[in-house]
């Protein structure tokens, strides 16, 4: 495994981090599942400020990313990318996903942020095949680190057994 990556298990709303990623919706205005849970840790402060992002730049495209403050959370910063909703695998799924990760770094590496932790994106409401996302995330995530030296760790919170499984697997795997 990479050694600047660590998988742990866990919840992502409490990783003591310089940024957290979100797996939103390109509207921005919330959702469920982790969105639900950062904004519910957040507090009132991160919902308006998507609010003014979604009415001045119209949300967010998918395999995309904004950054925005962290509200009431231990982290500094919340960045905010969309990945790809599964409709089969033959609609530019695995680049859109690849691409919400490597957006998401690019926007670490500019604020020169040290730690950035990512939930399993699109493994949830997007159904995203597990496994699959798996792979697509650590390649993305080790390609970025190969050429970066910013963010100098990158965290995977997996919130269920099954993702933190895959992950520990194909990360031995890629070794
Ligand atoms: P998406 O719409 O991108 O699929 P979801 O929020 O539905 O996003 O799910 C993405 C992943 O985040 C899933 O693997 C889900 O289990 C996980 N997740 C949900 N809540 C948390 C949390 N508090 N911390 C970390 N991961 C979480």
Known sequence: MHSRLRIIQGDITRQQVDAIVNAANSSLLGGGGVDGAIHRAAGPALLAECRQLAA???????GEAVLTGAGNLPARAVI????PVWRG??????????????HSLQLAAEQRFATIAFPAISTGIYGYPK????????????????????PQQVWLVCFDEESYR??????????
Do not use: K, N
Request: hydrophobic share 35%.
């Open 56 to 62: 001045s730049r119209g949300g967010c495209p998918t």
């Open 166 to 175: 895959l992950y520990r697997q194909h990360s031995e795997q890629s070794d």
């Open 80 to 83: 905010h990318t969309v990945g």
């Open 131 to 150: 496994a699959a996302a798996a792979t697509i995330a650590l390649r993305a995530i080790g390609q970025f680190l190969q050429q970066h030296d910013y």
């Open 89 to 102: 695998g033959g609609h530019g799924e695995a680049e859109l996903l690849a691409s919400a990760y490597t």
